[in-house]
C-alpha cells in the first residue's frame, strides 16, 4: 500500500524531469578534443582566476606541477602562497584545509589518490561533512578534495581501492565522479563553487583520453549540476548504469549488444551523492531492466543502493533481476594477469545485459 | 572561571539528575588556563579545542543559557541540539569546536590561522591579524597530528598558539604510568 502511494509521488516528481538528454547537444559544434588533464587544469585555473579565495593544497602540487600533472603551470601564475606544497601529512594537511574552509576560504585538497584520503578520513567525515549539521548552519565548509581514485594499473592492494560507495554513505558530503572532459570541466568547477564539501573522485588511467568538448564547455562561466546523471546512450532494452572510467566500458558493452539485437541504454551516474534516483527510475521503468556497473568491491556499494532505489521505487517494472557487476571481492592483486581478472572487463557487461533479456550468453 | 566551575558543577549535577546523556567532559579545576588566555583574545579571534569545550565556549562569551540548553537537547540552544556537549559550534563568537577525536581540532585551529595570514597576504585585508588558539590535553600530545601542526605552523609561519592543558591524566591512564617523550623540543605545560 505505502509502496503505491511511493510510486505515485515518484511518478508526481517524474512528470517534472526535463528531457534527459543533455541540452549541451543542442551547441555541439564541431569537436574540439581535450584531454581529462587538460579538463582539469583548465577547470582549476578558470576557478583559481576568477576568485581569489580558491587555493590549492596538496602533496606535489607545485614545484612537481602535480604528481599526474593536473596543477600543470599554477604554482607560476598564482604563486606559492595560493598553490600550497604539503609536508607528507594527509591528516594534519586535510585538518588544516578544513579550518580554513570554516572561515570562507575554498581549498582544493589533492591526494595523490583517494587511498591516502584514509589518512584523513576523520576530517574528511567529522571536520568536514557533519560540521554543518552539528553547527546548526552557522558553519559551511565550502571544500574540494580531490584526486585520482580506482585500480590503477598494477599498483597492487593498497593503491587500487574506489572510495565512491564510503564517502557517498555519508549525509554532509557531496560525490562527484566525473567520466568525459565534459564532465571533468563542468563537475570540477560546480565542486568548487559549492558551499558544501565535495569528494571528486578521478580516474589516473583516463587522465590522457581525449573527449570532444564543444565551444559551451570550453567557456569559463560553463558548469554542470550536481546530482544529474547523463544518458550518455539511449536505449530501450536495458539500462547500463556506470561511473567514471566504467561508462567506457559501458559503451563498448552497448556497441556489442547492438549487434545483437539489444538496444542498451547507457547511464552515466556522475553524482553519487545526491544519486540521480530519478533519472536512474525513470529509465528502468522505461527498459524494464538494469545492469549497474563499477570497479569498487561489491558489497554494500554504488550498485546495491542503485538496485535498492530501483527495488523500492520501481519494482513492479522489472522484468528481470538486477545485475551488479562490481570488482571482485579481494584486495586487489599484483599480477597483471590477475588484476585484470579482479575488475570488470566489457564481456562482463555484456554477459549480464543478455541475462537480464533471458538470451544465451554464450 | 567561577561561572564556569558553577556551570560544569550543574553540568554534573544534571547529569546524576538523568536530565543530560551520553559523553559529557568537565573541566573542574582546569578553569584557570583557557580563561586567562581567552581574556586576552579580540572578538575575531578564534578557538578550536576538543570534546572538554564548555567553559572555553562560556569564555568566548556564548550564554551559559545556550549551552546549556544543547546539552539539554533543547532547540533554542546554540547548535539546535544538533551538536551535543562536545561540539559546541558558535559563528559569531569565532568558536570553532568541539572535536570528539583526540587531536581533531588542533588541524582546524592551524587552518583558521592559515586563513588569517591568507586574508592579510593574498586578499590584502591588510588589518586583518586574527590569532588562533587550541586548546587540548597532554594526552593529545602523542597524537600524530599535534607534531605535524607543530610543523606545518613553524614552516608557514601561522598566527597560532598551541595551549596544552596538562591534567596528568590521558583518558583514563595517570600521566606518570604512560610512557612518552617529547625530547628535542621546547614544551611549555
Redo the contacts between chains.
Keep these: 500500500m505505502l509502496g503505491i502511494v511511493r510510486q505515485k509521488m515518484l511518478e508526481q516528481s517524474l512528470k517534472k524531469i526535463p528531457p534527459a538528454v543533455s541540452v549541451l547537444r543542442s551547441y555541439s559544434s564541431a569537436a574540439k578534443q581535450m584531454t581529462i588533464r587538460d579538463a582539469l587544469n583548465s577547470a582549476l585555473d578558470e576557478e583559481m582566476s576568477a576568485d581569489?579565495?580558491v587555493?590549492l593544497m596538496g602533496e606535489e602540487v607545485g614545484e612537481y606541477q602535480g604528481a599526474y600533472k593536473i596543477t600543470k603551470g599554477l604554482l607560476d601564475k598564482y604563486g606559492p602562497?595560493?598553490v600550497?606544497d604539503?609536508?607528507i601529512?594527509e591528516?594534519?594537511?586535510?585538518?588544516?584545509?578544513?579550518?580554513?574552509?570554516?572561515?570562507?576560504?575554498k581549498p582544493v585538497v589533492e591526494f595523490m589518490t583517494f587511498n591516502f584520503s584514509m589518512q584523513a578520513i576523520?576530517?574528511i567525515i567529522?571536520?568536514a561533512a557533519k560540521?554543518n549539521?552539528?553547527?546548526?548552519g552557522?558553519?559551511s565548509v565550502p571544500i574540494v578534495f580531490r584526486g585520482p581514485n580506482g585500480a590503477a594499473a598494477g599498483v597492487g592492494a593498497q593503491h587500487s581501492q574506489c572510495y565512491a560507495a564510503w564517502y557517498a554513505s555519508c549525509p554532509g558530503l557531496k560525490v562527484l565522479a566525473p567520466y568525459s572532459s565534459e564532465d571533468a570541466r563542468g563537475l570540477l568547477k560546480a565542486a568548487i563553487r559549492d558551499p558544501d564539501p565535495v569528494v571528486f573522485l578521478e580516474n589516473e588511467l583516463l587522465y590522457g583520453e581525449s573527449f570532444p568538448v564543444s565551444d559551451e564547455v570550453l567557456d569559463s562561466s560553463f558548469c554542470l549540476p550536481i546530482g544529474k546523471a547523463k544518458i550518455e546512450r539511449k536505449g530501450k532494452d536495458v539500462t547500463i548504469a556506470a561511473y567514471s572510467k566504467m561508462v567506457g566500458y559501458a559503451l563498448k558493452a552497448a556497441e556489442t549488444l547492438e549487434k545483437d539485437g539489444i538496444d542498451a541504454e547507457v547511464i552515466n551516474l556522475r553524482s553519487m551523492r545526491p544519486l540521480d534516483r530519478s533519472m536512474i527510475n525513470a529509465s528502468v521503468r522505461k527498459t524494464s531492466r538494469l545492469v549497474t556497473v563499477e570497479e569498487a568491491f561489491p558489497q554494500h556499494g554504488v550498485g546495491a543502493e542503485i538496485c535498492a532505489s530501483i527495488v523500492e521505487e520501481s519494482f513492479a517494472y522489472l522484468d528481470a533481476p538486477v545485475e551488479r557487476i562490481a570488482g571482485a571481492d579481494v584486495p586487489m592483486p599484483y599480477a597483471a594477469n590477475l588484476e585484470r581478472m579482479a575488475v570488470p572487463q566489457v564481456e562482463d557487461i555484456v554477459r549480464a545485459a543478455k541475462r537480464t533479456c533471458y538470451r544465451s550468453v554464450s | 572561571m567561577v561561572l564556569g566551575r558553577a556551570f560544569e558543577d550543574k553540568c554534573a549535577q544534571m547529569y546524576y539528575y538523568r536530565k543530560m546523556f551520553g559523553f559529557v567532559h568537565l573541566y573542574n579545576g582546569q578553569e584557570a588556563v583557557s580563561t586567562g588566555f581567552i581574556k586576552l583574545l579580540k572578538q575575531q579571534d578564534?578557538i578550536?579545542c576538543t570534546y572538554r569545550d564548555h567553559v572555553q565556549a562560556l569564555s568566548e562569551g556564548i550564554p551559559a543559557r545556550a549551552i546549556l540548553s544543547e546539552l539539554l537537547d533543547k532547540a533554542t540552544s546554540?547548535?539546535?541540539g544538533?551538536?551535543?556537549s562536545m561540539?559546541i559550534?558558535?559563528?559569531?563568537h569565532n568558536m570553532?569546536?568541539?572535536?570528539?577525536?583526540i587531536g581533531?581540532g588542533?588541524?582546524?585551529?592551524?587552518?583558521?590561522?592559515?586563513?588569517s595570514k591568507?586574508?592579510r597576504?593574498?586578499?590584502k585585508e591588510a588589518d586583518c591579524d586574527h590569532v588562533t588558539l587550541a586548546f587540548f590535553g597532554d594526552g593529545t600530545c602523542n597524537n600524530?597530528?599535534f607534531y605535524?601542526?607543530l610543523?606545518?605552523a613553524a614552516?608557514?609561519k601561522f598566527p597560532f598558539v598551541f595551549v596544552v592543558e596538562n591534567n596528568l591524566w590521558a583518558i583514563l591512564f595517570l600521566r606518570f604510568i604512560r610512557k612518552d617523550q617529547l625530547s628535542g623540543c621546547w614544551v611549555f605545560m
Design positions: 581569489s579565495k587555493f602562497e595560493r600550497l604539503t609536508p601529512t591528516a594534519g594537511f586535510t585538518g588544516v584545509a578544513v579550518g580554513a574552509a570554516y572561515y570562507g576560504v576523520d576530517h567529522n571536520s560540521t549539521y552539528m553547527s546548526s552557522q558553519i | 578564534s578550536a546554540c547548535c539546535r544538533q551538536g551535543g561540539h559550534f558558535s559563528r559569531e570553532l569546536g568541539g572535536f570528539a577525536f581533531e588542533i588541524p582546524i585551529g592551524t587552518g583558521a590561522a592559515f586563513t591568507y586574508k597576504e593574498v586578499l600524530g597530528q605535524e601542526c610543523n606545518m614552516l608557514w
